[in-house]
C-alpha cells in the first residue's frame, strides 16, 4: 500500500512538471528550478524529399541587431543533401566571430541569462536540425520573435538561421572566398597631423569579408567612431559636411563588403577621395591601404585583454613633467601604446623632444634621445603583451631586457598596470 501511494505522488510530481523555454532575444532569465525540471522534446523529423545543387552556399544578414552581431550561414550540399551547416555571427567591431567568442566563454548566454546551454552549443542543435530535415521552412515558431519548440534544448531564436538559409539555398552556391577565416587588424605607424592614428579590423566568415571596423585612435586612448557619437568630431556641424564621419565610415565599411577587394577602388585625388561610394566625401585610402595590409598579413591571434581605450596618468612631476600612458586594445590585444609626458604648459613630451628642445644626446650624452626610447619601450609592450615581462637592474626602474632603452621605464610600466586598472576610456 506505501508503495502504491509513494508511485502515485511520483506520477503526480511528474505531471506537474512543466518545460520552460527562454524568450528573450537570446535567452531570457531562467530559474535553476525551472532549467533542471526542464523536458527536452523534439518532434520526430523527416527529411524532406529535396535535392540540392551541390557546392558551397552562403549568405549574410544585412544589417547588425541591437546586440551589435548580424547572423552568417554556411552551408554544404553533396550529392544533393545538405551535409554541413554552419551557423555563425558577425560582430559590429569586426572581432572574433560569434561561435569563438561563445566558446571561450565570453557570450555569457548561459551564465548571465540562464539559457539551457552556451550560444554555440544551442546552435550546434539547430545546425543538426536543418541537416535532419534538410528543409530551411520545415520548423514551426511559437512567437514574433522566432523561438521553437520544435528542437530539443534550445531557446534561443532561431529564425535567422533558417530564414537566411533559405535565403543561401536560393541564391545558389557561392564557394569560399578568397581570404583565410580568421580575424584581421592592421594600423598607422603614426599619429596623423590631425591627432589620429587610423586603424581596420576585419572578420572572415568562409572566406569572405563579412564585418569591417575602420576607425582610429588618438593619444588619450579615445576611439574615433566613439567620439563622433559623442559628438566630439561633428564633421557636420563643424565641417558643413554632408554627414558625419562614422556615418561616411559605415558606407565605406560596407562598400569593402560588397566588393570583396580593397583594391578595387578608384581615387580621384592624391588624398583618396573616391567617387566610387554614394554619400562619402571624406578620403578613404586609409582603410582600403590598411585593410589590404591586413590580408596580406593574414590573420591574427586573439588576445586575452578587454578591447577599448585605456588611460593613466602620474600624480607627481619628474622634473616638470607629468607622465601619462594611453592604450589601445582590438581583438584582445594591445595594439596601440603612446607613452608621453605633460609640462606646465601643456606641451607633449614627446612631440617636445622630437623639436629638439629636451634632446638627452646633445645635453646629456644619452645613446638616443627620450621620444626614440620611449618608442622602443612602447613597442616592447606591444610584441610581448605582458605588462609583467620586464625585469628591473635598481631601484630606478632601468632594464636590460629592452635594446636601446637606457633610460628607467618602471614609471612606464605601473601607469600601464593602473590604466588597465582604471578600465575603459568612456567618450562623453
Known amino acids: 500500500m506505501k508503495r502504491k501511494n509513494f508511485l502515485y505522488m511520483a506520477l503526480l510530481v511528474a505531471l506537474m512538471i512543466v518545460p520552460l523555454v527562454g524568450c528573450q532575444k537570446d535567452a531570457e532569465p531562467e ?46 550540399v553533396k550529392n544533393g543533401k545538405i551535409t554541413e551547416a554552419d551557423w555563425n555571427g558577425a560582430n559590429v567591431t569586426a572581432g572574433p566571430e560569434k561561435k569563438l567568442v561563445s566558446e571561450s566563454g565570453n557570450y555569457g548566454m548561459k551564465n548571465i541569462a540562464k539559457s539551457q546551454g552556451y550560444w554555440h552549443e544551442e546552435a550546434e542543435k539547430a545546425e543538426q536540425y536543418l541537416i535532419d530535415t534538410q528543409d530551411p521552412s520545415a520548423i514551426t515558431y511559437k512567437d514574433a520573435d522566432g523561438h521553437t519548440d520544435d528542437i530539443a534544448g534550445v531557446s534561443i531564436h532561431v529564425s535567422d538561421f533558417f530564414e537566411l538559409a533559405q535565403k543561401a539555398l536560393a541564391d545558389g552556391p557561392v564557394g569560399r572566398g578568397m ?59 563643424f565641417g558643413g559636411a554632408q554627414a558625419d564621419w ?26 583618396g577621395h573616391t567617387d566610387d561610394i554614394a554619400g562619402v566625401s571624406v578620403h578613404v585610402s586609409g582603410l582600403m591601404n590598411l585593410a589590404d595590409a591586413a ?25 616638470g613633467w607629468k607622465d601619462y600612458v594611453s592604450l589601445f586594445v582590438k581583438n584582445g590585444n594591445i595594439v596601440e601604446v603612446y607613452w608621453s609626458a605633460l609640462n606646465a604648459d601643456g606641451e607633449d613630451k614627446q612631440e617636445f623632444d622630437k623639436a629638439g628642445n629636451y634632446n638627452m644626446v646633445k645635453f646629456g650624452g644619452a645613446q638616443a634621445d627620450w621620444y626614440e626610447q620611449a618608442a622602443l619601450a612602447e613597442q616592447n609592450l606591444v610584441d610581448t ?27 612606464f610600466y605601473e601607469l600601464v598596470a593602473e590604466a588597465f586598472n582604471n578600465g575603459v576610456v568612456t567618450v562623453e
Open 295 to 319: 590580408l596580406k598579413a593574414g590573420p591574427v591571434t586573439v588576445g586575452p585583454y578587454k578591447d577599448g581605450g585605456y588611460y593613466a596618468s602620474s600624480d607627481v612631476e619628474d622634473n
Open 31 to 76: 530559474t535553476a528550478a525551472k532549467t533542471e525540471a526542464k523536458t527536452e522534446v523534439q518532434k520526430e523529423v523527416t527529411p524532406a524529399d529535396v535535392s540540392y545543387e551541390d557546392g558551397i552556399y552562403f549568405a549574410t544578414e544585412d544589417t547588425y541587431a541591437s546586440n551589435g552581431w548580424k547572423t552568417v550561414v554556411t552551408l554544404v
Open 246 to 271: 562614422s556615418v561616411q565610415a559605415a558606407k565605406a565599411e560596407q562598400y569593402l563588403l560588397d566588393v570583396q577587394d580593397p583594391t578595387k577602388i578608384e581615387y580621384k585625388d592624391e588624398e
Open 385 to 411: 603583451q605582458d605588462i609583467n615581462a620586464v625585469t628591473y637592474k635598481d631601484d630606478e626602474g632601468h632594464t636590460d631586457d629592452i635594446a636601446g632603452v637606457s633610460i628607467h621605464v618602471s614609471g
Open 179 to 237: 581570404y583565410e577565416d580568421g580575424v584581421y587588424f592592421m594600423a598607422d605607424s603614426e599619429f596623423q597631423e590631425t591627432g589620429w592614428k587610423e586603424y581596420v579590423a576585419l572578420t572572415v566568415i568562409n572566406g569572405y569579408i563579412v564585418s569591417a571596423d575602420w576607425s582610429a585612435v588618438n593619444k588619450m586612448g579615445e576611439d574615433k567612431k566613439l567620439y563622433d557619437a559623442a559628438g566630439k568630431y561633428n564633421m557636420v556641424e
